[in-house]
Each structure stands twice: as C-alpha cells, then as structure tokens.
C-alpha cells in the first residue's frame, strides 16, 4: 500500500505565492507519473501538473507560466511551486502518484490540502 501525504496548502492573498508538497511513502519499487489535482466546490476534479520520472510535464492552460512541478526522485516527493495566485484557483489539491509495487501496479491518491486565495 502506498500513502501519499500533501503540506503546504493555507489561505494567501491575489498575487501571492504557496508551495505543496507530496511525499510517498510505502511499499514501492519505481513511481512512474505524480501529479497535481484540484476540485473546487461545485466542479469536477481537474488536472493541474502532472510530471513523469522521466522528467516531462505537463500543465493546465490556466495555470501555464504561474505554477511549476518538480519532483525529487530520491525523496519520492512531488512539489508544486504556485506564484501569482488567483482567487479562481481556489480548491482542495489533491495528490496523485502511479507506479510499480511488490503487489503489481499501484495508484493512490493524497487526502487533499486546501488553497484558499483571498483578500
């Protein structure tokens, strides 16, 4: 079983700055994509970033040139660098990773942390 744990979500104002972080943890052999999510209320849960171990990535037209994903392989840890935030962004952002365990293919998602931007 493989857990996905997300920090840094918090409330911050129209123009500022956030950094998540999600690390895995568990029985795993090799992690092949991790991503970024994020639902806000009444809509659909949307991709956001998404990276493979490779190091391609891919983002959301709304977020390209604002947020960036990195990931540290060693760690297991994907982060998500947010700048000049939105309140539109708004939304609980999930972690997602997919790989390989001892148990066969794995994907697991992470409980959510909250992005609030407000003034």
């Known amino acids: 079983q493989v857990q996905l744990v997300e920090s840094g979500g918090g409330l911050v104002q129209p123009g500022g700055s956030l950094r998540l972080s999600c690390a895995a943890s568990?029985?795993?052999?090799?992690?092949?994509?991790m991503g970024w999510y994020r639902q806000a209320p009444g809509k659909q849960r949307e991709l956001v970033a998404a990276?493979?171990?490779?190091?391609?990535?891919n983002y959301a037209d709304s977020v390209k040139g604002r947020f960036t994903i990195s990931r540290d392989n060693a760690k297991n840890t994907v982060y998500l660098q947010m700048n000049s935030l939105k309140p539109e962004d708004t939304a609980v952002y999930y972690c997602?990773?997919?790989?390989?365990?001892?148990?066969?293919?794995?994907?697991?998602w992470g409980q959510g942390t909250q992005v609030t931007v407000s003034s």
């Open positions: 997602n990773a997919d790989g390989l365990g001892p148990q066969g293919d794995f994907g697991s």
């Open positions: 568990g029985s795993i052999f090799v992690i092949a994509n």
């Open positions: 990276t493979t171990s490779g190091g391609s990535t």
